[in-house]
């Protein structure tokens, strides 16, 4: 995704690095909203809303791709779609599988426990899910230079 924001939407390396200060921005908001709005829900219903917002990101997100911005300019339309998808997916799946998570344990190995799940949710999404994209992407042919 960086390449085609850069190369192919024109989008600069600085506007880039300010979408990631957004998203960790929108992450800040679904604390507060799941805080005031959504700690007494069940988490299962959270779950399944938590799927349905994903479903709507990605589609914003193949939107994206196609070109299609709603008569919008590409930056915004980006901005606004993984804000509203960030914000309310953090509220409905991550925050509630923290939340049961620290309901389940034991206090005396809280903190290890919650060193290993953030141990393992960085090596995921910060490691694990861009090689694997790498890894799709030099199957299919898919370079820095090929685009296509």
Aim: hydrophobic share 55%; proline share 3%.
């Amino acid at each position: 995704m960086y390449y085609y924001m850069t190369d192919v939407v024109g989008i600069s390396q600085v506007v880039y690095s300010w979408l990631s200060v957004i998203s960790y921005f929108c992450l800040f908001l679904s604390v507060g909203m799941y805080q005031a709005l959504l700690k007494e829900v069940d988490i299962r219903w959270m779950m399944f809303m938590g799927l349905l917002i994903n479903m709507v990101g990605a589609a914003s997100s193949v939107m994206f791709v196609k070109g299609y911005y709603l008569g919008m300019p590409p930056v915004v339309f980006l901005i606004m779609s993984t804000s509203i998808t960030d914000t309310l997916y953090g509220a409905y799946t991550q925050l509630p599988g923290m939340v049961l998570f620290a309901k389940i344990i034991p206090e005396s190995v809280e903190s290890s426990m919650f060193a290993l799940l953030t141990g393992l949710i960085n090596l995921s999404n910060l490691f694990a899910a861009p090689e694997l994209g790498v890894l799709i992407n030099s199957f299919v042919g898919v370079t820095s230079e090929n685009l296509q």
